[in-house]
């Protein structure tokens, strides 16, 4: 394999990757020594050194990795802070425990539970990467399924939804009871 198209699979490489890849990993891959795949990234470095590029190739120990060059944090910055903050309701995040914790549930589960329609707290949750269709369920209509996704797990700081916290009997059926009041004075008013 040509030079050029050595660059260019460990450009991909780190590309996809994301965070950093040892310098093994890319030699393996791209079926080269550590010392030759090193002389290459070190020449990508340079190269994109010299073309003042808006991304560079950071060496971390004994792995390399592609990041954005410090000189264009500012406009990131800028990106960042113009992008709109999800806010999450109380709607929401009732959905969003519902989904939770009866996952693969169906929206109209959902809407049993809640008392009430639940089609915009669902497109939300969808739409923020929090909820994903799972399935369907094998019944007359397919009904979605609805599940958690990675992102959830990411932004709520657990493994698996087996480390969500447990609810207790006791503790679920007294939940029951305040969602009936609720409900009721809903209803009422």
Do not use: W
């Not at 060059?69 to 406009?75: D, F, H």
């Not at 996704?149 to 679920?172: A, C, N, Y």
């Amino acid at each position: 394999m040509e030079i050029q198209r050595l660059e260019a699979v460990i450009e991909a490489i780190l590309f996809t990757m994301g965070g950093s890849v040892e310098l093994k990993q890319i030699a393996a891959a791209i079926e080269h020594d550590e010392g030759t795949t090193r002389k290459i990234i070190n020449n990508l470095m340079d190269k994109y050194d010299s073309e003042d590029r808006g991304i560079r190739i950071m060496e971390i120990d004994t792995s390399f990795q592609m990041c954005t060059k410090n000189e264009y944090y500012p406009y990131l910055i800028n990106l960042v802070s113009s992008r709109k903050n999800h806010t999450m309701t109380n709607v929401m995040l009732e959905t969003l425990s519902i989904i939770a914790y009866k996952q693969p549930v169906t929206r109209l589960d959902i809407e049993k539970i809640r008392g009430v329609k639940s089609d915009h707290a669902i497109n939300k949750l969808i739409e923020y990467d929090l909820v994903r269709e799972t399935g369907r369920l094998d019944a007359p209509g397919k009904p979605i399924l609805f599940g958690t996704t990675e992102e959830f797990l990411r932004q709520f700081g657990i493994r698996s939804v087996d480390d969500l916290p447990s609810i207790h009997q006791d503790k679920e059926e007294d939940i029951k009871q305040e969602f009936q009041k609720e409900l009721q004075l809903k209803l009422d008013t």
